[in-house]
Nanobody, 125 residues
């Protein structure tokens, strides 16, 4: 299991930007997936963006393509989510998650076993 700590959430106006950070404890394997999920009130948790360590493959939900960018700093065991052109519908609690295994299909909530505590992102109109 991986210990994850998110930071960077907050309140921003529509059209603004935020960058989320997720610091991970030591990875015990070179083959893992890590990414960002979100859950709005009354909705299911959904995958936003994920990255696979073995080949750098990324996944983005259709709703965030072209606006959000995932990146990682392997030396710091940290993954980032740069969120631009934010919309009120992006309002949610954002969670960082990791799975110490090769995932053929990225960003399926049920496949991830380690989760951070979440950080609130609120976008005002």
């Amino acid at each position: 299991e991986v210990h994850l700590v998110e930071s960077g959430g907050g309140l921003v106006q529509a059209g603004g930007s935020l960058r989320l950070s997720c610091a991970a404890s030591r990875f015990t394997t070179d083959d893992y997936a890590i990414g960002w999920f979100r859950q709005a009130p009354g909705k299911e948790r959904e995958g936003v963006s994920c990255i696979r360590s073995s080949d750098g493959r990324t996944y983005y939900a259709d709703s965030v393509k072209g606006r959000f960018t995932i990146s990682s700093d392997n030396a710091k065991n940290t993954v980032y989510l740069q969120m631009n052109s934010l919309k009120p519908e992006d309002t949610a609690v954002y969670y960082c998650a990791a799975e110490l295994a090769f995932l053929k299909r990225l960003c399926r909530t049920a496949d991830f076993g380690s989760w951070g505590q979440g950080t609130q992102v609120t976008v005002s109109s």
